[in-house]
């Protein structure tokens, strides 16, 4: 079986994997009635240290764990077994959290007896379904299983049900430099506020500009386009004819965001070039299956 077999199989298994999470023996939690394998002890159960989601918003957790208190923990945490009677989290440490919050001794949970692997799959997939992610958590998630396990953005693609160039885009946000990914991380900037800025040549600066103005997202963009236009313009010790239009760029950009490589284009008289960069043979790969389709 080649693996691109193989991953397309696995994804469906993993879907398969979380559909049956609802598919359980109901337990009493004495405030509602859950679908849970099981009660335990609270402290039996710890973080997934590999969990993409990095962000728990204060405010939210004390909102859901008043909620818990008045009704329990409707939907149970999905764990799997790391030893005598200890639990590690694969998908709702957030409801874990405000558990704490709330003084709960016992927690209902799901116990799936998985490997590294996919127990960080079902997490990117179940916060990814959710929208409980910020764009760069999800970003780092998939750089995650790229680089640990292998896969291409159309593998993830089809496993969380998302198009090649969502993962794409989402995995240019990580070019950008730690003071961005810190506003991204804080919600002050959005992806699309943030994806304007990758090929700018001071991302941080234009990002400190965009928050302090409350700049949408359109605003943004005609700030990089300007920016971008400016970086090719002052190059006067290049002959005229090899510089290139505002449209040239433009273009380049829009290839860029729909391959998530670096892609340039290059006029010569009625012809030219396009050069597509690639940094594995991944990476090749992928350009050789999208080439196919056409």
């Not at 945490?77 to 959290?97: H, K, L, P, Q, S």
């Not at 709330?102 to 990814?128: C, F, H, M, S, Y």
């Not at 001071?202 to 400016?230: F, N, W, Y």
């Amino acid at each position: 079986m080649n693996d691109d077999m193989s991953k397309r199989r696995l994804g469906r298994g993993l879907a398969a994997l979380i559909g049956e999470m609802d598919q359980t023996t109901p337990v009493d939690t004495g405030r509602s009635l859950v679908s849970a394998d099981r009660l335990v002890p609270i402290e039996f159960v710890s973080r997934n240290p590999r969990n993409p989601r990095r962000h728990f918003d204060d405010s939210e957790l004390h909102d859901l764990a008043s909620s818990i208190r008045q009704h329990g923990i409707v939907q149970p945490i999905v764990v799997r077994t790391i030893g005598t009677e200890r639990y590690e989290i694969i998908a709702g440490e957030r409801r874990w959290r405000a558990a704490q919050l709330a003084g709960l001794v016992e927690i209902p949970v799901i116990v799936r007896d998985v490997d590294d692997k996919t127990a960080l799959e079902i997490a990117i997939v179940e916060n990814v379904q959710r929208a409980d992610l910020n764009a760069l958590e999800e970003a780092l998630g998939y750089e995650q299983l790229i680089a640990e396990y292998g896969y291409t953005q159309n593998d993830l693609g089809e496993i969380i049900g998302k198009s090649r160039s969502h993962v794409a885009n989402s995995l240019r946000l990580l070019k950008l430099p730690d003071p961005v990914r810190d506003m991204l991380a804080a919600g002050s900037l959005s992806a699309g506020h943030a994806r304007a800025l990758v090929s700018t040549s001071d991302p941080a600066a234009l990002a400190r500009t965009i928050v302090s103005k409350g700049m949408s997202v359109r605003d943004a963009e005609r700030l990089a386009q300007h920016d971008i236009k400016q970086q090719s313009a002052p190059q006067m010790m290049a002959p005229a004819r090899d510089q290139k239009d505002s449209d040239t760029l433009a273009l380049e950009r829009t290839l860029s965001d729909a391959l998530g490589l670096e892609v340039a284009i290059n006029h010569k008289g009625s012809g030219g070039q396009v050069r597509i960069n690639y940094k594995s043979l991944e990476q090749l790969e992928e350009i050789c299956r999208l080439l196919e389709r056409h």
